[in-house]
């Protein structure tokens, strides 16, 4: 299967490393940057790899199986409806898009085609979230009374300084976009996926520099009767502190926690069909980053599932939701409103004057 990576910033090397350990052929990689894909090409071993600094060029010039994006956010949209367009399947980084109408454009256009598109929401396949989604899926829990996701985290200024588009609405958004989505990402596909309604706050506290919001709360109602609770900041002193996932049922209470919820630290049953101590014990990973271990198994999934013409896993759709619940606390925090979804249509743009001008950096 050839493939090709388009973007090679922060992201890059878990694509590479995954790209590897799955077997695929490297046909090129592409960046704008030309520094930076020859970094990623001696670093990685890919100096033999055709190297584009243009990815229409490319489409043109390679036949390419698989490719993944992981360029600026604000991107993704126009370059996957590219890439189907040649009839590449994709796997996009989040977030699969910054805009409703385009997400929808990418289902459609991959539908159309007969392409797969896999969003990187690569904690699903932590081995911890695993075990939790199986004991959901078995009923363990009984009613799920509601859930609540925190991400505390630091970015500093030289984090955003090294990309001048982090940050900005048109190309990122903001804490909740860019760092808190695959924990909200969880946290919906865990209590059900159908919202109701959203009541959320967002504000820029610290970060005077960016454009969007660097902490953002939101309350959330499911159709099914269960609540979730979302608590999402960049601005925690001096460094991360953690990635939470709870999940309490009438049966049930879990805990994944750690850098990025690669830990089950509390486990309760009442049915005890195991033994708490052990279960945490074996489900609790260690990774170097927050990045986790999940970019490997997503990119098996996501290979299983086009030579098997399946759905991966985390499928565009899964993408789209993970959009819309962070873009309707971004609404419900600017309307200072309840919002009812779905949404029709959305976009980061809609919220370019939230906060007002930034400073220069």
């Known amino acids: 299967m050839r493939y090709a990576l388009i973007g090679c910033g922060r992201i890059s090397p878990n694509h590479i490393a995954a790209a590897k350990k799955n077997h695929l052929e490297f046909a090129a990689i ?28 490319m489409l043109d010039a390679e036949k390419i199986d698989l490719a993944a994006i992981a360029t600026e956010s604000g991107k993704h949209a126009a370059i996957a409806l590219d890439c189907i367009s040649a009839g590449c399947s994709l796997i996009i980084e989040k977030p699969i898009a910054l ?11 991959a539908a159309k085609k007969g392409v797969k598109v896999c969003v ?13 989604r199986d004991a959901l899926e ?10 609540t996701a925190h991400i505390r985290w630091c970015r500093d200024y030289a984090y955003y300084a090294k990309a001048k588009w982090r940050g900005t609405w048109e190309q990122d958004g903001g804490a909740l976009m860019n760092q808190c989505i695959h924990n909200i990402d969880l946290l919906r596909w865990m209590l059900g996926d159908e919202i109701e309604e959203v009541t959320g706050i967002t504000d820029r506290m610290k970060h005077d520099y960016i454009e969007a919001e660097d902490l953002g709360m939101a309350l959330v109602k499911f159709k099914n009767g269960t609540y979730g609770i979302i608590e999402g900041t960049t601005n925690l002193f001096s460094q991360n502190l953690e990635e939470t996932l709870y999940l309490f049922g009438e049966k049930g209470t879990v805990k994944a926690g750690g850098q ?25 990973e260690n990774p170097p980053d927050v990045y986790g271990y999940g970019h490997s198994p997503l990119y098996a999934d996501m290979i299983e599932a086009i030579k098997n013409d399946r759905e991966p896993y985390v499928n565009a759709e899964a993408g ?16 200072k409103r309840t919002v009812r979804l ?4 959305c976009s980061t743009m ?12």
Request: net charge neutral; charged share 35%.
């Open 342 to 345: 779905p949404l029709k249509e």
């Open 120 to 132: 990187s929401h690569q904690n699903r396949f932590n081995k911890s979230i695993q075990k939790i």
């Open 138 to 147: 078995k009923n363990r829990f009984g009613r799920m009374l509601y859930g």
């Open 350 to 361: 809609d919220f370019a004057d939230m906060f007002g001008k930034r400073k220069d950096m």
């Open 260 to 284: 990025s919820v690669n830990k089950i630290e509390e486990w309760r049953f009442a049915d005890t069909l195991d033994e708490p101590q052990a279960v945490m014990a074996e489900y609790a």
């Open 30 to 57: 592409c960046d704008t940057d030309e520094r930076k894909m020859q970094d990623k090409a001696g670093k990685f071993g890919l100096e033999n790899v055709r190297q584009y600094t243009d990815y229409r060029r």
């Open 99 to 109: 805009s409703l109408t385009d997400a929808e454009m990418i289902i459609q256009a």
């Open 320 to 335: 789209k939701r993970a959009l819309e619940l962070v873009l309707a606390i971004y609404l419900s925090s600017a309307e």
